[in-house]
């Protein structure tokens, strides 16, 4: 299950390919549904708002990137780049949307305001046959996972470099402005923004974490928070070990992800309460 904080409004999917949204005062609360918002979306998209456009992937006669007018997503959803297109990230500050496309694989980026076209990134092919995966697009630059290690390419084009590396796969989770944070499968670390520093990510914390779709994981320039079996945690990056505390919940709920923006955190809980409207909650905090 994924949730995505937007500007005004958050967003939620269910391993079912559900999807519903609700402004972050709670109001203009939309259920799930399949069809509904975001009609017919692929199992777990990331889902992702800039201005009042939602970004998303959905199933049509094979999976796609598309995106819709928040207002009346159903009736405006359209479709962008070629079949099989799952891998995004988009930037609101630049208002851009990379993602990688097929035959050949390749990184492709587009204004996210107005038209929604799509042109390749100099220096952005991919091995043949490469499916890419999880994207992050900070400070002009594309991160994607290479095997052990984080390489980045600017989104204007150029040459692909190394970012950081490590003994074991590594996991994009997140950014701050100074920051990007990676999983290694065993603890969280940080390498510093833009290009690294040619090492290994510094670690910052030992801890379980499944980064599934969009990480289970949110960080400001303080705090990081992250959703591990069953429940919220956070800590202050400088000191995480020391300040690290679980975040509050009810007993009959398991956290599955977090998200944040300036003033809040929320948390996406399922509770066991199936045949109730509130088997999946979101809980806002303030921070």
Avoid at 156 to 174: C, E, F, K, N, Y
Avoid at 223 to 250: D, E, F, H, V
């Amino acid at each position: 299950m994924v949730m995505y904080v937007g500007a005004q409004a958050l967003y939620v999917t269910t391993d079912l390919g559900y999807v519903g949204r609700a402004s972050k005062d709670g109001s203009d609360l939309k259920p799930f549904a399949m069809p509904g918002f975001a009609s017919s979306a692929f199992i777990n998209t990331l889902v992702a708002e800039d201005g009042d456009r939602v970004f998303f992937v959905r199933t049509l006669a094979t999976i796609q990137l598309s995106y819709c007018m928040t207002s009346s997503c159903d009736a405006t959803a359209a479709p962008i780049g070629g079949q099989y297109t799952q891998f995004f990230a988009v930037d609101q500050a630049d208002h851009k949307i990379v993602w990688v496309d097929y035959t050949p694989s390749r990184f492709v980026s587009g204004s996210t305001v107005g038209t929604v076209g799509g042109g390749d990134v100099p220096g952005g092919a991919l091995a043949s046959g490469s499916s890419g995966g999880r994207l992050f697009y900070s400070q002009g630059g594309i991160y994607f996972a290479a095997g052990n290690g984080i390489n980045r390419i600017p989104i204007a084009g150029g040459s692909t470099v190394s970012v950081t590396a490590a003994a074991t796969p590594l996991t994009i989770l997140g950014a701050n402005s100074t920051s990007l944070f990676v999983y290694d499968g065993s603890a969280i670390g940080s390498v510093p923004l833009p290009s690294g520093d040619v090492g290994s990510p510094a670690p910052l914390i030992v801890t379980d974490l499944n980064p599934g779709t969009d990480g289970n994981f949110a960080v400001d320039d303080n705090s990081m928070y992250w959703a591990a079996n069953g429940a919220a945690n956070t800590c202050q990056i400088s000191t995480c070990a020391m300040t690290l505390k679980t975040l509050p919940k009810r007993a009959v709920d398991s956290i599955y992800d977090v998200g944040l923006d300036s003033a809040a955190v929320y948390l996406f809980a399922q509770s066991g309460l199936y045949n109730s409207t509130a088997a999946c909650t979101v809980w806002k905090l303030a921070k």
